[in-house]
């Protein structure tokens, strides 16, 4: 499956301070220096980079996201709760209990991150593309989604309910302790070793 990626041209370097101050945030690669709190909101960060930078104390307050890159980056608690999210790609960052929901996240990667915790509740996912990445006890709770794509993900304990999965192929990944409702489970994609976890969860014994 092809995910759109970023469309990025020119950047300028800013601190995100300055960007505040001079409410810019198009075509930036973030810069940030400052250990106190800074909050931005109600923008749209559109064809931006942040990378390799402490957004630790930078909160995010109704902020919108188009072609961005996060890339080693700690974004970890983190509230996105109803957002949108378009053609963003999350390359090994610390996304540890972010909270996504009843967001909308549309031509998204997710490669080597760590998104643990994370709530993905009520979210609409379209296009979306997981690749060697940690969502161990994650929530995917009423999310509608069109077309996703995952590979070597570890879903240890993660929660899938009123969720259609259909033709979602787990066959690569850990599934060991996933919870699935009827819904979530039907014809999801696995292999022979995982069939153990799902005959369980329905109550059928192996003799």
């Known amino acids: 499956m092809k995910i759109q990626s970023p469309k990025i ?5 800013k601190l995100i301070k300055d960007a505040i101050k001079d409410n ?7 810069q940030n220096d400052s250990d106190e709190k800074i909050v931005i909101r109600d923008v749209t960060i559109d064809s931006c980079v942040f990378e390799n930078i402490n ?15 996060f890339k080693n980056v ?3 608690f983190k509230n996105f709760n109803k957002r949108y999210f378009a053609r963003v790609k999350f390359d090994n960052c610390n996304l540890l209990a972010c909270n996504f929901s009843n967001s909308s996240l549309k031509e998204i990667e997710i490669i080597e991150c760590n998104c643990n915790y994370v709530n993905l509740g009520d979210c609409k996912l379209n296009n979306i593309s997981f690749l ?3 969502f161990n006890e994650s929530s995917f709770l009423g999310c509608q989604i069109k077309n996703m794509f995952i590979n070597k993900i570890d879903f240890y304990k993660a ?7 259909v033709d979602v192929d787990f066959s690569t990944c850990n599934i060991e302790g996933c919870k ?10 696995i292999d022979l070793e995982q069939s153990h976890y799902l005959i369980g969860m329905l109550g059928v014994k192996i003799k």
């Open 24 to 30: 810019e945030f198009n075509c930036i690669n973030f």
């Open 180 to 189: 699935f409702d009827y819904k979530s489970i039907k014809g999801i994609i």
């Open 159 to 165: 929660e899938f309910y009123e969720t259609s999965l």
């Open 74 to 76: 700690d974004l970890s």
């Open 9 to 13: 041209k020119y950047l300028e370097d």
């Open 132 to 134: 060697k990445s940690s």
């Open 55 to 69: 957004l630790k104390n930078v909160v995010f307050e109704n902020v919108d996201f188009v072609d961005v890159v």
